[in-house]
């Protein structure tokens, strides 16, 4: 099978190991795994997460959600505030189809589901987002009970959950020391949830943890779910925070890349520039050290230290004679979550073999 | 007509507007116009173009080649380097239907593409690709005479033309005077050609300048093409170097975002991240001056601060009463042409009216 560069190719065997481990780490816990599917936005992978025990999926978006539903997938948390009519309208048209859970962070925005679930004659199940450090959606935790008590009031909804996203954070700060952080995440919603239980609401779920935190955040009693994306496939900002205990080794997912041109003793430059390869995750970036905008796979001499939009410059220190115009590279990616979302489809290694491709059904459904 | 955010929008006045303006220039200065179009990957865009004057088209790769001329453009220069036996191939049949230009940068490629062209009865034009300073593709300036004699001498190819992509240098430095960059790239590429023709080979096109550059370029005595991209549409780079005097008012692409999240006093929250605006151009970029990842029109005191996936921070100074849950508001990205490479669709907007979209048929297409 033979595939144009830049493409992704994801080495099955680490998928699946990838998603063993974290079936392992929700089993051993008694805790529910709910992956968070905008790392890959591709139902065959989905539903392979559901059958490593996923009990649903997450999404961030009202469209990635249609996406998965349109390919069989039944259970979706949308892990994104439910915001205007005609998102609303579509939340409840898909909550007529599949079991999908919306999410709000204040009473304003809930009010609003409310007021059309009521003209729709609908219920949608809702989770209340806290914010517990990450300082972007979420309601601030202080105010939250109080929060939750007047969304569980209102008719059209039933507030059935918590969750929050915090990264990698510590009383406050970044902090690299993962188990720390996950207690800390997993503590802090169990404990909002048991206030706002003993006022008589009946809260299921806490839903938190990302790929770096899960392992410990499912540790905590009263959470009982996590929300990993990452681990099916790792990257470089996961090695290097050693998140799932990750290597390079665990890497599933590397951009293959062409050299176009070696002409100069010191620069070879690649077919993948910044519509290849996502340039959030920039070099030097903190906490996740990361050296330029992608490693090269078996050069660990090598940086892309700059991509304009189609290319990538390897600057050498020395010149490097073992690679050549026209040779493959592999690149792992920074930050694979948005790479993927630039390709329309990736291509399925086995024994070293490309064997098939996914669509990235859900690619651009950001809406 | 009604369209879930996020969302690109052009106005299609100031798109007319930004047209007219570099054809004017280009006229005045008989120099050729061959617009750049990674910028838009959108075959109507590329017809308007040729409308307003364009001789052909420029793109980057060679998919994008393959969906314009699919779309009716016939006269298509790739300025990358064509490298590897399948795209080879795949050039060659593309050039069997339309008039394509390819490019290289060093005998070892030219002579790849020779050899097929030999091998399939073809002749391929070619264009020189030389490094005047940006140290990516390109050989570099000192050798590109020899060089071009070298290739010139292969069957199968005709070295057609010469071309660089400079950005904005002045003696090896980044520097804001556009005149004076546009003028010193025009005039080295020149006395190149001159150099190349007196040694009998015909150097058709001088190809240089982009959208800062462009105008000055244009000028220079011996250049007879430009090939401008972002001019179409600019951006937050654009405006803040003022590249064909362009200002905010000129912008003619806006990411519209909806506000998702108000419940702190010192945070915004907008459903556009890095999956909806592109994040290559980051705060602080020399020479550019970014603020933050995009400007908000008709705010100047707010700044898109942080940006995770699918969540663009605007982080406050003073509470903003103003905007609320659910208001949309129009992003200018800090760079367009990645920004539009998210997005499937883009749509259209006259008289403040949304009337049409068009599809980005070349979206993805970097292969």
Not at 244 to 251: A, G, K, N, Y
Not at 317 to 322: D, G
């Given at each position: 099978m033979y595939v144009e560069t830049p493409c992704v190719v994801l080495d099955m065997e680490k998928v699946h190991r990838n998603l063993q481990r974290m079936a392992d780490i929700c089993q051993r816990n008694h805790c529910g795994l709910r992956p968070h599917t905008k790392t890959h936005k591709i139902p065959e992978l989905a539903k392979l997460q559901i059958e490593y025990g996923a009990a649903g999926i997450t999404v961030a978006k009202l469209s990635e959600a249609e996406v998965m539903a349109d390919h069989g997938i039944t259970d979706i948390f949308m892990a994104y505030p439910l915001i205007g009519e005609s998102r609303i309208r579509r939340a409840i048209a898909l909550s007529r189809r599949i079991r999908l859970i919306c999410a709000a962070d204040c009473l304003e925005s809930a009010e609003a589901i409310s007021r059309l679930c009521r003209a729709e004659g609908a219920v949608l199940e809702l989770r209340l987002e806290v914010d517990t450090g990450m300082h972007r959606t979420g309601i601030p935790y202080e105010t939250a009970l109080q929060e939750a008590l007047r969304i569980a009031a209102l008719p059209g909804v039933r507030l059935q959950g918590l969750f929050t996203f915090r990264g990698m954070m510590y009383d406050g700060e970044t902090c690299l020391d993962r188990r720390k952080c996950g207690h800390q995440e997993g503590s802090l919603m169990a404990a909002l949830a048991e206030e706002i239980r003993k006022e008589g609401i009946p809260i299921q779920d806490v839903s938190v943890g990302s790929t770096p935190t899960a392992e410990f955040c499912a540790e905590?009693?009263?959470?009982t779910e996590v929300r990993p994306g990452t681990y099916i496939f790792q990257d470089m900002m996961q090695v290097n925070t050693s998140a799932?205990?990750?290597?390079?080794?665990?890497?599933a997912a590397t951009v293959w890349t062409q050299v176009v041109s070696c002409c100069k003793p010191d620069v070879i430059v690649v077919d993948s520039g910044c519509k290849s390869l996502s340039?959030?995750?920039?070099?030097?970036k903190f906490p996740y050290s990361?050296?330029?905008?992608g490693t090269v796979a078996g050069y660990p001499e090598l940086s892309l230290s700059r991509l304009s939009e189609e290319h990538g410059m390897l600057d050498l220190?020395?010149?490097?004679?073992?690679i050549h115009v026209g040779d493959i590279l592999r690149i792992i990616p920074n930050h694979i979550c948005p790479t993927v979302n630039l390709y329309d489809r990736v291509y399925l290694l086995r024994d070293h073999e490309l064997y098939g491709s996914y669509e990235v059904a859900a690619r651009g459904r950001n809406y």
């Open positions: 905590v009693p009263g959470v799932c205990e990750s290597t390079l080794e665990d890497v340039t959030d995750a920039a070099p030097g990361l050296r330029g905008y220190e020395r010149p490097c004679p073992s």
